[in-house]
């Protein structure tokens, strides 16, 4: 009962930036946290960064700690990543993921392509 909606995906250059946005609808009232993962052909998805819902404790993976910075706007029932420094390996499909209730039940978006040429 919760929909996710991802956007801001493109193709960039080595070393540009870009910001991915997660619209969640539905539901909200029940959300915990959300997270990004991304998934590049042939390897399998990844966590790359968290947030909690109330009290906005976040973690990343160290592939990208430093690079990317995730966020949060409640008002709007949106999450934001900011992502800088980019690299060729960061080309993958990001995608949006909630966590309900503690993580009981979670949703996926549906994805957004992230290419970085070098």
């Known amino acids: 009962q919760v929909q996710l909606v991802e956007s801001g995906g493109g193709l960039v250059q080595a070393g540009g930036s870009l910001r991915l946005s997660c619209a969640a609808s539905g539901r909200t009232f029940g959300i915990t946290g959300m997270n990004w993962f991304r998934q590049a052909p042939g390897k399998e998805r990844a966590f790359i960064a968290g947030i909690n819902w109330s009290g906005g404790d976040t973690s990343y993976a160290d592939s990208v700690k430093g690079r990317f910075t995730i966020s949060r706007d409640n008002a709007k029932n949106t999450m934001y990543l900011q992502m800088n420094s980019l690299k060729p390996e960061d080309t993958a499909v990001y995608y949006c993921?909630?966590?309900?209730?503690?993580?009981?039940?979670?949703?996926w978006g549906q994805g957004t392509q992230v290419t970085v040429s070098s």
């Open positions: 993921h909630a966590e309900i209730n503690g993580a009981t039940r979670t949703y």
